[in-house]
């Protein structure tokens, strides 16, 4: 009975923890990143036309690893600024779990 009761509040536990992490990243991504990504990671900002954005939802920028993106974020790409010294390892690592969730919308 216990180890089941263990089980429960660590799975609780860790939804808690994914739970503040997507939260973070959301608010991050919609600081940093949104005025060309747009909110929804669809990229349809004045900002984002005229960069031709990718649209982060899309199967090709789901489809890339973590540390693909990573990279992007940190080194820039195409026009993307990059955000090394920006942003933290663990702020990068929040974006990259909110793009994941954009992509399941």
Not at 12 to 18: F, L
Not at 68 to 92: H, R, V, Y
């Amino acid at each position: 009975m216990k180890r089941i009761l263990v089980v429960a509040l660590l799975m609780i536990s860790s939804a808690s923890i994914a739970s503040a992490q997507s939260a973070a990243g959301k608010n991050i991504f919609v600081s940093k990143c949104s005025i060309c990504h747009g909110p929804d990671g669809s990229g349809k900002t004045s900002m984002g036309k005229t960069m031709n954005v990718a649209d982060l939802r899309s199967p090709a920028i789901q489809k890339l690893s973590d540390a693909d993106l990573k990279t992007a974020i940190s080194t820039g790409k195409n026009k993307m600024p990059p955000f090394k010294g920006k942003l933290t390892e663990a702020q990068m690592t929040d974006i990259i779990g909110y793009i994941r969730d954009l992509g399941k919308k």
